[in-house]
């Protein structure tokens, strides 16, 4: 997005207005987005997340439930670099 700021105004407008609702989801979702908000304005202002370090972690995660606890470290290490790339 080009105009971070006036996401930014936007998205404070959004929690104004779950400011006013009564539902039980209006209030969690108002706290969410209070709690959340620099990161989400982050996100749209530099366009970058760290996605794909998660998404790697979960791999390595999957790789090592699979390899039934190898027991050579080198080999598990090998075994991760042959999946990831």
Known sequence: MKKPLSFERRLNGLIDRLSKLETKQSK???????????????????GISNGFVEGNNNKIKVIKRISCGLRDYDNFRKLIFLRLY
């Open 28 to 46: 969690k979702l108002k706290l969410t987005l209070q709690s959340w908000k620099q990161e989400i304005v982050n996100i749209i202002k530099h």
